[in-house]
T-cell receptor
Framework: NAGVTQTPKFRVLKTGQSMTLLCAQD?????MYWYRQDPGMGLRLIHY???????AKGEVPDGYNVSRLKKQNFLLGLESAAPSQTSVYFC??????????FGPGTRLTVT | RKEVEQDPGPFNVPEGATVAFNCTYS??????FFWYRQDCRKEPKLLMS???SGNEDGRFTAQLNRASQYISLLIRDSKLSDSATYLC?????????????FGKGTTLSVSS
């Protein structure tokens, strides 16, 4: 099992560009999450999903959209990137309310 | 008051030392508590869950004090490999009741 994988690992965007981050899990987990981690801020929840076809906002959802068309995939989109979105993005999945398993992260820089 | 608060450290200790980290949480209704470990530039990984009765896993002991809304992690006989950031995590309440709220982490550096 690969666990949770994220694509890409690194990306540099210019302000205003768009991109999609892909998260995939092979553990048949119902719940998936997107977090961002910034120095001095800790991990903050952007959006989450409790099942295929469902999504909900987390703590810091502005500027991001998500989709969960397949149970194993959770996509995070940035429609118009801003420098404030420079961060490390982590995807996680869990079986209901149990331990969350994290992917290796995507380091995004917006210039 | 922040939802989960931790002393950021860093804690610099020699090998073999005993070190304790503390964490406080603001929501008295919280039911689930965890310690995660995060190595530099890596993803967080579950270290241990924290139970009301306290629990131990080898050199690691976690305790919960619900009355004081306080969680602790004790590491005995520190190893170089224990150097990492330790995240105190509390299950928050959202629509699904599944969101985890992370503290900012406490950095531990163990030296020889």
């Amino acid at each position: 099992n690969a666990g949770v994988t994220q694509t890409p690992k690194f990306r540099v965007l210019k302000t205003g560009q768009s991109m999609t981050l892909l998260c995939a899990q092979d553990m048949n987990h119902e719940y998936m999450y997107w977090y961002r981690q910034d120095p001095g801020m800790g991990l903050r929840l952007i959006h989450y999903s409790v099942g295929e076809g469902t999504t909900a906002k987390g703590e810091v959802p502005d500027g991001y959209n998500v989709s969960r068309l397949k149970k194993q995939n959770f996509l995070l989109g940035l429609e118009s990137a801003a420098p404030s979105q420079t961060s490390v993005y982590f995807c996680a999945s869990s079986s209901q309310a149990y331990e969350q398993y994290f992917g290796p992260g995507t380091r995004l820089t917006v210039t | 008051r922040k939802e989960v608060e931790q002393d950021p450290g860093p804690f610099n200790v020699p090998e073999g030392a005993t070190v304790a980290f503390n964490c406080t949480y603001s929501n008295s209704a919280s039911q689930s508590f965890f310690w995660y470990r995060q190595d530099c530039r890596k993803e967080p990984k579950l270290l241990m869950s924290v139970y009301s009765s306290g629990n131990e896993d080898g050199r690691f002991t976690a305790q919960l004090n619900r009355a004081s809304q306080y969680i602790s992690l004790l590491i005995r006989d520190s190893k170089l490999s224990d150097s990492a950031t330790y995240l105190c995590v509390v299950r928050g309440y959202n629509q699904a009741g599944t969101a985890l709220i992370f503290g900012k982490g406490t950095t531990l550096s163990v030296s020889s």
